[in-house]
C-alpha cells in the first residue's frame, strides 16, 4: 500500500530530494498518526511553527532528539536535508556542502559497506553490564566514539548568522565532555588562522580533551599549527592527510599537498604530542605512516567528500587490521550511524571510531546537550548490541561476532 502511494508520488514527478526537502525528520511519524499522504504530511510539516532556537532543556524537562534534528534541519536546509537515514544520497556530489563529492558513490560505499556486515546473535552467557571504556594515548573515555573534525560552517553547512565557529566548537566539545568522550577539532580549508585559534581556545576550556587536527598545508604552516596545539594542551594531533584534493586545492590562497614519506617523518619528529595520519585506506599507506612515527591512523575517506569511487571504510579496515592493529592505534570513521555500527567497527578492527555527519546535526540543533544526547543515543545502542552478542568489553571484541 505504502509502497503502491510512493510509485505514484514518483509518477508525478516527486525526486526523493523534493520528497526529503519538506519532510526528513517526523514524515514516519506524522504519516503514522495522522495517516497522511506523503504530501499532506510535508504540507503540516512545513506548517508547524518555526523553532529556530536550540531548544532549551529546562531542569528537568528532558530535551528531546526529534526536536533537535527539527532544529537541526531547520537550519542546515539546503546543505543538510536531515534525512531519516544518513546514505550519501539525497546529498550525492554537494562538496562544499555535507554530501559526498561528484556522483557520491565514496559516501553511499561507506554505508552499504557498513550495512552488509551482520551480526550473530548470542544469548547463552552472564554478559550483563559490558564495559564500554577505552583509553586513548592515555585519555581514558567511557566510550569509543569520538567526534569527528567537521569544519566550514558557513561554506559547508551554511550557518552564517546562525551559529557561530566558537559556539560550534564549544557545542562539539563541551557536549563530548558531557557524554565522557572526547571529540576533534577541525582545520577547515578556508578557515583563516583566527578560527583555528578560536577552536583552540574552546580546546583549552576543556582541559586538552580534544585531538587537533591541521590540514595538509606546507610543512612551515603545519609546524606553526603544532606549536599552537601543544600550547592549548590538546593530547594528540592530527593531519588529514586526504584534504590535498581538487576541492581543497580550489580555495584561494590555500596551499594543500600530498606528503612524502620523508615530509611525515619530519612532522612526526617535531613534537612529543601523539601525531594520527588521518585518511588511510590502503595496508601500504598504515604500514608507511606507522614506519614515519604516527602513533595512530584514521581509515577514512573524509566522508566520502575528496575522491569519487572509493570502497566503503568498512571494507578496507579488516585488511589494515589484520596486519596493523596492536602495532598503531586505529581509528575509523564513515557513515558510522547506530551503536550497532560501533560494534561492527570494532569487530573488524577499529579501536574506536569517529563519528561526523549525525553529531554535527546535534551540535546545530541542540549545542552541546544536543551532541550528548546524540553521543549518548549511540552508546544505548552500543550496550545493547554487545549483550545481544554476547561482548563483554568493547577493548576485546572479536570477529566471530560477525554473521
Ligand atoms: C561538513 C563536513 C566537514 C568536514 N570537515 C573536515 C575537516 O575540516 N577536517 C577533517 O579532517 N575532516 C573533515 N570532515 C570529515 C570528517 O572528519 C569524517 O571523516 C567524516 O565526516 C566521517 O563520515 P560521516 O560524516 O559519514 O560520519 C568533514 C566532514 C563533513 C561532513
Known amino acids: 500500500m505504502a509502497e503502491n502511494r ?40 512545513a506548517a ?55 556522483s557520491g558513490r565514496s559516501f553511499k560505499n561507506n554505508y552499504t559497506s557498513l550495512a552488509k556486515v551482520e551480526l ?31 569544519g566550514g560552517t558557513t561554506y559547508n553547512m551554511g550557518l552564517k548568522g546562525k551559529m557561530t565557529d566558537a559556539e560550534y566548537i564549544d557545542a562539539m566539545l563541551g557536549g563530548c565532555r558531557l557524554a565522557g568522550t572526547c571529540g576533534l577539532a577541525a582545520d577547515g580549508i578556508g578557515d583563516p588562522l583566527d578560527v583555528f585559534e578560536i577552536r583552540l581556545k574552546a580546546v583549552s576550556k576543556y582541559k586538552g580533551k580534544a585531538i587537533v587536527t591541521i590540514k595538509p598545508k606546507t610543512q612551515e604552516e603545519i609546524i606553526k599549527r603544532i606549536r599552537l596545539i601543544e600550547q592549548s594542551g590538546a593530547f594528540a594531533f592530527a ?4 584534504s ?43 604500514e608507511m605512516a606507522k614506519d614515519a612515527g ?58 574506536a571510531v569517529l563519528v561526523g555527519r549525525p553529531i554535527l546535526r546535534g551540535a546545530v540543533g541542540g549545542g552541546q546537550e544536543g551532541v550528548a544526547l546524540m553521543i549518548n543515543k549511540m552508546k544505548t545502542e552500543l550496550v545493547d548490541s554487545m549483550v545481544m552478542t554476547g561482548t563483554a568489553d568493547v577493548k576485546k571484541v572479536g570477529r566471530e561476532i560477525i554473521a
Open 6 to 45: 510512493l510509485n505514484e508520488e514518483e509518477k508525478k514527478g516527486w525526486s526523493r530530494r523534493d520528497f526529503i526537502k519538506g519532510a526528513a525528520v517526523s514524515m514516519a511519524g506524522a504519516v503514522a498518526l495522522a495517516g497522511l499522504s506523503q504530501k499532506e504530511a510535508v504540507a503540516a510539516e
Open 48 to 102: 508547524k511553527p518555526a523553532a529556530t532556537e536550540p531548544p532549551k532543556a529546562k531542569t528537568g524537562a528532558a530535551l528531546k532528539l526529534d526536536d533537535v534534528l527539527r532544529v537541526a534541519r531547520e537550519k542546515l536546509y539546503p546543505r543538510c536535508r536531515v534525512c531519516p537515514e544518513c546514505d550519501g544520497v539525497a546529498c550525492a556530489g554537494e562538496v562544499p556542502g555535507m554530501g559526498g563529492i561528484g
Open 120 to 150: 550473530h546473535m548470542r544469548t547463552f552467557h552472564n554478559v550483563k553490564k559490558p564495559d564500554t571504556s577505552i583509553t586513548l594515548f592515555g585519555e581514558k573515555l567511557s566510550l569509543p566514539i569520538l567526534s569527528a573534525a567537521t
Open 239 to 242: 593531519i588529514d592527510i586526504d
Open 244 to 286: 590535498a584534493g581538487r576541492a581543497a586545492r580550489a580555495v584561494p590562497g590555500q596551499t594543500v599537498e600530498p606528503k612524502t614519506f620523508k615530509q611525515l617523518q619530519e612532522l612526526a619528529r617535531s613534537t612529543k604530542l601523539p601525531f594520527i595520519v588521518k585518511g588511510i585506506m590502503t595496508l601500504e599507506e598504515a
Open 294 to 351: 604516527a602513533a595512530g591512523i584514521v581509515v577514512s575517506n573524509h566522508g566520502g567528500r575528496v575522491l569519487d569511487h572509493t570502497p566503503g571504510t568498512a571494507d578496507v579496515l579488516p585488511k589494515i587490521a589484520a596486519k596493523m592493529k596492536g602495532k598503531i592505534v586505529i581509528l575509523a570513521d564513515g557513515a558510522v550511524r547506530y551503536g550497532t555500527d560501533v560494534l561492527k567497527m570494532l569487530a573488524l578492527g577499529a579501536d
